[in-house]
Nanobody
C-alpha cells in the first residue's frame, strides 16, 4: 500500500509562488497515476491537476490552467505541483492521491482514489 507525504505548503502573498511535493513510499511509483486535489473550508474537494504514469500527459482544472504545473520524477518517487500567480481563492488544503489502476485515464473525481496524503495547507493573503 503506497504512503504519500506532502510538503511545501505555507503562507504566501497574492501573486507569489509555491511548490508542493508529494513523496511516495512505493518503488512502483511509476505505475501510479497521480493527482492533486484541494479543499477550502466549507467547500467540496476539487480536482486541481493530474499526471500520467510517464509524465507525458498532464491535466488541469480550468481554475488553475496556465498558473499551475504538475510534474513527476519517477526516480525520486515524487510528484510536484508548481503554483504561480497565486490568488486568495487558491487557499485550501492540498492533497495528493495515487491511482494504481489499469488504463490511462486520469480521473478527476476524488472517489476514484484510495491512496491519499495527509495534506498541506496553502494560504494566499491578499
Amino acid at each position: 500500500q503506497v504512503q504519500l507525504v506532502e510538503s511545501g505548503g505555507g503562507l504566501v502573498q497574492a501573486g507569489g509562488s509555491l511548490r508542493l511535493s508529494c513523496a511516495a513510499s512505493e518503488r512502483t511509483f511509476s505505475t501510479y497515476k497521480m493527482v492533486w486535489f484541494r479543499q477550502a473550508p466549507g467547500k467540496e474537494r476539487e480536482f486541481v491537476a493530474g499526471i500520467s504514469r510517464s509524465g507525458g500527459g498532464t491535466y488541469y482544472a480550468d481554475t488553475v490552467k496556465g498558473r499551475f504545473t504538475i510534474s513527476r520524477d519517477n526516480a525520486k518517487n515524487t510528484v510536484y505541483l508548481q503554483m504561480n500567480s497565486l490568488k486568495p481563492e487558491d487557499t485550501a488544503v492540498y492533497r495528493c492521491a495515487a491511482d494504481p489502476g489499469p488504463g490511462g485515464i486520469v480521473f478527476t473525481t476524488s472517489s476514484r482514489y484510495d491512496y491519499w496524503g495527509q495534506g498541506t495547507q496553502v494560504t494566499v493573503s491578499s
